[in-house]
């Protein structure tokens, strides 16, 4: 099994800064890419980044310019760099990994809340 561990949510003023980690572990044979998504109070959880093994990255369309998503291999972690940021994008935080062996098979982390209010 994969354990993923997050990390870094606070709360920030509108236009702040904050970086989330995700450090994974356990067993990571076959690991594919990992993501980060998120979940706002009453609405379905939305795919904000993701990075390959190869480290190509992809961004939703309202976090493009903003936010970074990167990773240390020798740490097995993960980050999130949010900048600028607005109420919108206030939400629990969750890491993602994606494994294939003989089928692909998701593992979540538990989510950190990031508020954006002044």
């Known amino acids: 099994q994969v354990q993923l561990a997050e990390s870094g949510g606070d709360l920030v003023q509108p236009g702040g800064f904050l970086r989330l980690s995700c450090a994974a572990s356990?067993?990571?044979?076959?690991?594919?890419?990992m993501g980060w998504y998120r979940q706002a109070p009453g609405k379905q959880r939305e795919l904000v980044a993701t990075?390959?093994?190869?480290?190509?990255?992809d961004y939703a369309d309202p976090v493009k310019g903003r936010f970074t998503i990167s990773r240390d291999n020798a740490k097995n972690t993960m980050y999130l760099q949010m900048a600028s940021l607005k109420s919108e994008d206030t939400a629990v935080y969750y890491c993602?990994?994606?494994?294939?062996?003989?089928?692909?098979?998701?593992?979540w982390g538990q989510g950190t809340l990031v508020t954006v209010s002044s």
């Open positions: 356990g067993i990571l044979t076959g690991l594919k890419a």
């Open positions: 990075i390959t093994t190869e480290g190509i990255t």
């Open positions: 993602n990994a994606l494994i294939q062996r003989l089928a692909e098979i998701e593992f």
